[in-house]
């Protein structure tokens, strides 16, 4: 008496369910890879403004105790990352009149013309839900007759061009 063999494998229907539990993982996987691409993104860019401010304010305290005021204006027309002994390695230079579609995203830049400092996003959907390629920032300074206690907090960089003002 022969026994039946029994086939071994998968069946269709559990390849079926196989390949849609796969799809699932693997989406919700790339969706938090999304996110902390975005949330890393986030971090570098308020790391390297808190190093710029930084920066700005150790230039106008100095200029402040050497006794330089008039000096002070002049700050706010110079590249703030000229005053960094190191570069950030994503930083692509001065440019006078940038074309922001044809620089490579992820990196930081001085338009000279406008003397602003720009961050090209790499998603621009991270500081607001409405898509923005690029992120600016200027250089705000306190007047020559303001106080010490004014110097050292005062001078900022802030946000020249909001992502809420692209879509106005």
């Known amino acids: ?3 039946p063999s029994r086939q071994r494998g998968f069946t269709l229907f559990e390849l079926a369910v196989m390949a849609a539990v796969f799809a699932i993982l ?12 975005q949330q890393a993104q986030q971090v570098a860019v308020a790391q390297m403004l808190g190093v ?26 110079q ?4 005053w960094l002994v190191d570069k950030p390695a994503n930083y692509l230079g001065g440019f006078d009149a940038p074309d922001l579609d044809k620089l490579p995203t992820g990196n ?6 406008e ?4 961050y090209l996003l790499n998603n621009g959907t991270i500081f607001s839900r409405m898509r923005v390629d690029a992120v600016k920032f200027k250089v705000i300074l306190p007047g020559t007759d303001a106080d010490v206690e ?11 061009k909001t992502p809420d003002s692209v879509a106005n």
Request: glycine share 2%; hydrophobic share 50%.
């Open 108 to 113: 930081w830049l001085y338009d000279r013309k």
């Open 52 to 77: 710029l401010r930084t920066s700005l304010r150790v230039q106008v305290l100095h200029l402040y105790l050497a006794g330089q005021r008039a000096q002070l204006p002049a700050l706010a027309r």
């Open 150 to 160: 004014k110097f050292a907090q005062q001078p900022d960089i802030v946000v020249w």
């Open 79 to 82: 590249n703030p990352f000229d």
């Open 26 to 37: 693997v989406t919700v996987f790339l969706n938090r890879v999304s996110y902390y691409q």
């Open 115 to 118: 003397q602003i400092i720009i």
């Open 1 to 3: 008496m022969a026994l």
